[in-house]
């Protein structure tokens, strides 16, 4: 066993020393190769512009653009018996879309070819991108413009550009392009939602119009007095419970301009919706309804038919005019939106000229390119002396023969195109 073992180390004694003296044999070549290439690689990486990237940081708005939609689920969550406000709109962009994080929607707002374009028209990019179509343009500009949000919240611009007052021109441009966008935004939402609650307010005014008729009629001809406190107490949580189901399916019609019946808000509220239908139910049922406070209020079945008709239309009636004073609300909140003009964009941190370069990053080029010239010689030169010590039948003789044969014909054209198969003078 141990002269097997002496024999094995002989080997592999030998084996190594064949790798030394290959590379010996060659080490001129490898080192002279290395040399040069790393000679010119430092040469052209001096020659490569300098780029310096110039850095922004903004928080994104943390709620709805426009204070119309930021309060109007409060006030319909208000509306309902029972319940508190809902809130603000903070994440309803979010939730409607599917997105990680807020900040995802915002990127994808940097990122628009409606920003692009304009940071492009404002910079004349097109001229010194040398684009000849917007396309291109674009897509240089998307390789020197990065745009990430990060777990902290924030959303980050960078711009690497040759020029580093130019870098921070355009990183603070982009800043400035996105407010503008997000203001065009909220100023569309305000007016398209003006417009919604307007039309809903003036329809309200006219049913509480009609409603108020219809009772003043009613009381002249039959000289019907004012219900007792019980009756109204009643009439009252019913105009309301209808009152919030009217809203509610208002603010349905709203969400359901931007999101699909699958979204979560949608169902939330067409559930609130058969609720309060259910309640209303059993409210105008003979018992007066299981919620309702039946020991200090009369059970609508019970009024006779002369006083229940006039409790109708005084109900009606404070439906219509509860319904009236919600939509007038959120319309003068709506054209608020139109006069304002708030800050939506927070900057952290505005960008300024870079001192350092970021780019090119002169001696990890270096090292790689000489690092790997000089592992690519050692793996050739080692390929090469094998092929050279590979023994080779009379058939491999042969076919490296005619194909020799065969690529004569281009041998004798590259000779003469180099000069070098030109016939030579005769000599003296």
Known sequence: MNTQDEKVRQLEE?????????????????????????????????LLPKKYTAVARIVPPQQNLTLSGQIMEGLGGAMIPGRAAFGALGGFAGSLLGLKTPGDFFVGLLQSDTIFDRIIARFDLRQEFEARYIEEARAQL?????FRATKYGLITVEVTHRSPARAAEMANAFLEELSRLLREMADQEASERLAFLDRERREAGARLAKAEEDLRQFSEKNSVLLPDAQTRGMLEYIAGLKAAIDFREVELQVYKQWATPFNFQVQQVEAEIKALKEKLRQAEGPGGGPEAPSQVMIAVGKMPALGLEYLRLYREVSYQEGLYRVFAKLTEIARLDHARDALVLQVVDRATAPERKSSPKRLLIL???????????????FLLEHFRNVPRSPEDLDRAQRLRAALEPWRRDLRRLTGRGAPRPPGP
């Open 14 to 46: 030998v084996h190594l020393l064949d790798y030394a003296i290959v590379l010996a044999k060659h080490s001129r070549k490898i080192i002279y190769t290395t040399f040069v290439v790393g000679l010119l690689t430092l040469v052209a990486v001096f």
């Open 142 to 146: 998307e390789n020197i413009a990065k």
């Open 367 to 381: 090292l790689v390119v000489t690092g790997s010239t000089f592992l690519l010689m050692v793996a050739a030169t």
